[in-house]
């Protein structure tokens, strides 16, 4: 199932789509202005997003959905058959949710320029065995590392880089 986002649409709303599992391609519209944390979360046949040159605030690289200046990355078609997946040097921000649900990534790359990991990022993505980075410190005070970026559980993957805790605080 396709979708095509009318033209005159503004935002589309926290988990407007969640556990769509039929839509595989979502086309937004030129003067989308909001994409919401987890609005297509959970989309397991999602496999495309279209974004035409002239968006005012979205791109798209491989596939994937980012800002227009390519500092936030917003959404991973978590359809997609990739195993590994390497999140630009450009990207400062991954937005809340960005690969909730995402079954088939089993490593990510996350570059050193990352300041900001959003909440349930990587919520359900059950095939993540590997992170990869050389991030910079995202917290002050790293007391103890939270779940909130695997909501619903974590058995521990090969970590590179810094402590577990300068990442998750």
Known sequence: TSLKLPSGLRSVGEAAFLNCSQLK?????????????????????????KVSPNSERFKLVDGVLFSKDG??????????ADTSF???DSVTNIQNSAFTGCTS???ITIPKNVEHIGENTFDGCSALTNIKWNVKQLCDTCNDWSDSYWYGGWD???YYGYEIRTLFS
């Open 25 to 49: 391609s979502v086309e937004l519209p030129d003067g989308l202005q909001t994409l919401e944390r987890n609005a297509f979360g959970d989309c397991g046949s999602l496999t495309e997003f």
């Open 71 to 80: 500092k936030t990355l917003i959404q991973y078609a978590i359809g997609k």
């Open 86 to 88: 390497t999140i630009p």
């Open 105 to 107: 990534l089993s490593t």
């Open 156 to 158: 521990g993957p090969e």
